[in-house]
């Protein structure tokens, strides 16, 4: 299922609730005792369930019937964020475990593919939504990955402070937009990412429309050799078209910008890299 689909609730959770069998099996087969899967599925059980990744033999917990599906669906059936050859090469040529940077970690997923694909990498997860960083310090509570992995339960902004904030909307709880009149908010803590992404190889942006802040501070293009997995949103955008304004800033920054399938309603997904040109030339190592 496409990223962008998982934007709209009504279509997704719609969506989710047609899931054909053989879509569902097909997702059971990522984990080991899929009959589990497959029950729990049919029982549309909510309480969290662990399971154990057929992948990488780490753990992620799901809820059923809810979008912890559809973005299970996404990174570990449909493999949206699957890194480009030139990105590989790049982290490869580091010679050493890559620093990663997942904002937006939602429940965890994203952090448990990347540790899965990068065993020794160390992972800074960003999650402002009470309920989803509970569900991700859980999650890396279960794979006792607590000495690779730093949970900051904060929005990712470009200064510190605090801001409003959308809550309970799981994958789409979001900083408030100003024509959100009368929606009920939390105050977060706002942290000031520029200097994190400065120090990361691989950078994970999913933060529901914040991403705008951060790709126009000038900061951005004073960083050093990274990659960076972006789905840009229409959301706090000042403009028409995310895709084509995102391609722009990154491009400004000295990213090298590739487009990842299409941008329906301007949710859509980018990878950036500006890796030294010696590195891009080399070959991944096998997998």
């Known amino acids: ?51 154990e990744l057929c992948s990488s033999g ?23 964020y699957a890194p480009p050859a030139e990105v590989l090469a790049g982290l490869d040529a580091l010679g050493r475990a890559p620093r990663i940077l997942d904002l ?15 065993p020794a990498a160390r ?27 730093e ?13 409003q904030f959308v809550a309970g909307l799981a994958a789409e709880s979001h900083r ?8 009920a908010t939390v105050s977060v803590a706002a942290v000031d990412v520029l200097p994190y992404i400065a120090d990361a190889d691989l950078v994970k942006m999913d933060i529901e429309g914040g991403e705008w802040e951060i790709l126009t501070d000038p900061r951005l293009a004073s960083g050093a050799g990274q990659a960076l997995v972006l789905e840009h ?11 084509r304004s995102a391609t722009e800033l990154l491009r400004a920054a000295g990213f090298q910008v590739r487009a990842e399938g299409p941008a329906p309603q301007g949710v859509g997904l980018l990878w950036a890299w500006r890796f030294p040109a010696e590195a891009q030339q080399s070959e991944p190592a096998p997998r």
């Not at 937006?104 to 899965?116: D, E, H, P």
């Open 104 to 118: 937006g970690a939602n429940v965890g997923y994203f952090t448990v593919y990347a540790l899965g694909r990068w």
């Open 233 to 243: 949103h229409g959301r706090h955008l000042q403009g028409e078209d995310p895709r």
């Open 176 to 183: 408030v937009h100003p024509a959100e009149e009368g929606v």
């Open 1 to 51: 299922m496409p990223s962008a689909v998982r934007r709209r609730s009504s279509a997704a959770l719609a969506a989710l609730r047609r899931f054909s069998f053989g879509r569902t099996l097909s997702q059971a087969l990522r984990v080991r005792a899929p009959w589990r899967y497959l029950a729990a599925r049919l029982l549309r059980t909510s309480a969290p369930r662990r399971y």
């Open 123 to 149: 992972v800074v997860s960003f999650e402002p939504d009470p309920a989803n960083a509970g569900m991700l310090n859980a999650c890396v509570r279960v794979n006792a990955k607590s000495a690779q992995v």
């Open 151 to 163: 949970v900051v339960q904060a929005a990712a902004a470009a200064h510190d402070g605090t801001l």
């Open 58 to 80: 780490l753990s992620v917990l799901l809820r059923h019937g809810t979008w912890d599906e559809v973005i299970f669906d996404e990174i570990f059936y449909s493999a949206t």
